[in-house]
């Protein structure tokens, strides 16, 4: 008669582990999905630069993280708007920290985004197949930039207002569209009450949603599409699964890259 072994604390623990993961595998398949994306092949030579982008996409969160606190004692209001952000300096506990985090964390994604966005054309890595990423880039740099701007009234100070003023005068230059952008923007046709809480609407859900949408679809795409080679690599620039050319010189998507020959070089 086989006699069952009293499982070791090891394996207790190991078995207190997989439960949950088995039970989450099991109905969505997503670890299998975070599995893939962690073990997944790079090129051997890939370097620093390469890290921009996880870079931004930390700033991103830490943004969102001390943007959410912060949203629990702003209060979007004319009369209140200053006094909340006094109150959130000077007495919430690490308000401080929190507040000057999100403050200056604003300009490091920017700056971030920026390099990230160089190293990027400095590689070649806008080229085929990576077309659409750099669009999305392209997109979520405006978005980033729209965030900025519309942060920037929040503290409703002298200084956040006229800045805006400016800022919204800018925008109501441009051609054709301009008035409406500056009259949206405003609220009406000039600044009060409803352009800061349109403003607070916008920095904190419009934008950050739609950013963290185009951030999805980026990472989508540098998954399926492979990370690229540095330009000195000796390896072909990008492995990803379009990139592989197959025996008739097109990629295994069935699109043919452009300028491609018929050997597929
Ligand atoms: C919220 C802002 C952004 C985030 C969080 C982000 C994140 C990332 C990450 C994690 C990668 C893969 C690793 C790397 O190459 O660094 C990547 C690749 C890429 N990004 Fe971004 N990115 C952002 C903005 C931009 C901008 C502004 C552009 C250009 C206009 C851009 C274009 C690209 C392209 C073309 C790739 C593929 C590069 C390759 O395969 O080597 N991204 N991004």
Redesign the pocket.
């Given at each position: 008669m086989a006699t069952r072994t009293k499982p070791t604390r090891g394996q207790q623990l190991q078995e207190a582990i997989n439960y949950p993961l088995d039970w989450v595998e099991e109905r969505s398949g997503l670890v299998g999905g975070i599995k893939y994306f962690l073990f997944r092949k790079v090129p051997g030579d890939v370097n620093w630069?390469?890290?921009?982008?996880?870079a931004?996409?930390t700033a991103?969160l830490v943004q969102a993280l001390t943007g959410v606190i912060l949203a629990m004692y702003y209060k979007p209001d004319p009369k209140d708007a200053y006094s909340s952000i006094q109150h959130i300096t000077n007495d919430i506990f690490a308000g401080w920290l929190v507040r000057g985090m999100h403050r200056w964390g604003a300009s490091v994604?920017i700056i971030l985004?920026?390099m990230?966005?160089g190293?990027?054309?400095l590689?070649g890595?806008?080229k085929f197949p990576?077309e659409l990423?750099?669009?999305?880039?392209?997109l979520?740099?405006a978005?980033?930039l729209g965030e900025g701007f519309t942060g920037y009234l929040l503290p409703w100070d002298q200084t956040s207002y006229w800045a805006t003023v400016v800022g919204i005068n800018i925008n109501g230059t441009a051609p054709f569209l301009g008035p409406f952008l500056a009259q949206f923007l405003q609220g009406g046709t000039y600044i009060n009450a409803d352009t800061l809480s349109r403003f607070y609407a916008i920095h904190m859900l419009m934008i950050p949603g739609a950013?963290a949408a185009?951030?999805g679809l980026?990472?989508y795409?540098?998954i399926r599409?492979?990370?690229?080679s540095p330009p000195w690599s000796k390896e072909a620039a990008?492995t990803?699964p379009l990139e592989q050319p197959s025996q008739n010189g097109t990629a295994r998507s069935g699109l043919t890259r452009p300028g491609t020959r018929k050997d597929g070089r």
């Open positions: 630069f390469q890290t921009l982008g996880s931004t996409f991103f994604f985004m920026f990230h966005m190293r990027v054309f590689f890595a806008y990576r990423n750099w669009i999305i880039g392209v979520l740099l978005m980033g950013i185009l951030i980026h990472m795409l540098v599409l492979g990370v690229t990008g990803g």
